[in-house]
Each structure stands twice: as structure tokens, then as C-alpha cells.
Nanobody, 121 residues
């Protein structure tokens, strides 16, 4: 499985972005899809995770209520809709696919290349 993340950019505080993660192969019903982020000098941290078959989702406390993870089965694409963005959300965002529903990056088998999100006025 190859993952291609896109949609990052520069946005003002309070703005919105939608990140996309396109998978090279069908991941639905097989994989769990996650989003993580990493700011300069910091460790990679969990943002959100979803399962295709049950639609179960979980979010990090830092983004809950502002971020929504969703998927398009037909196009093998996962989205991360981010609203009310803050400067602390500035980071490279990575999508990942794995077999375990988990907030821990180590259990994910496949990773996208990352897309930069910068929140600044």
C-alpha cells in the first residue's frame, strides 16, 4: 500500500484545511487509517484514526471538536477536515495505514510522505 498525502498549506488562525490521503490499493475493510503530525523538534503525535467497516473514529484531545476524519471507499481516500486552526497545529501531517486500531504510530505499517500545515497570521 502506498499513501499520498496532500492538501497542506498556509492558513490564518481560525481557518480551515482539508487534507487528503490517497491509497494505491483498496484499504477498506482491511486497514485502519490514521493521521499523525510532527512539529519541528517534537515527536510524531497522534491526531485521528478511523476504521472503514465500522466507521469508528477517535481523536487526540488537542484536536477533538475541531477535526473530522472520514473516508471515501470508492476512491480509497481518507480525509482530515481541520477547522478553527491554531498556530499549535503547525506541523507536517502524515497519514498511515495499519491493522490495529491504535493511537500509537509504531503499529502502523504504511506511511504517506507528509504534507505541511502552517497556521500563521
Amino acid at each position: 500500500v502506498q499513501l499520498q498525502a496532500s492538501g497542506g498549506g498556509l492558513v490564518q488562525p481560525g481557518g480551515s484545511l482539508r487534507l487528503s490521503c490517497a491509497a494505491s490499493a483498496r484499504t477498506s475493510s482491511t486497514y485502519v487509517m490514521g493521521w499523525f503530525r510532527q512539529a519541528p523538534g517534537k515527536e510524531r503525535e497522534f491526531v485521528a484514526v478511523m476504521t472503514w467497516n465500522s466507521g469508528m473514529t477517535s481523536y487526540a484531545d488537542s484536536v477533538r471538536g475541531r477535526v473530522t476524519i472520514s473516508g471515501d471507499n470508492a476512491n480509497n481516500t481518507v480525509y482530515l477536515q481541520m477547522n478553527s486552526l491554531k498556530p499549535d497545529d503547525t506541523a507536517a501531517y502524515y497519514c498511515a495505514a495499519g491493522r490495529t486500531y491504535s493511537p500509537f504510530a509504531g503499529v502502523y505499517n504504511f506511511w504517506g510522505q507528509g504534507t505541511q500545515v502552517t497556521v500563521s497570521s
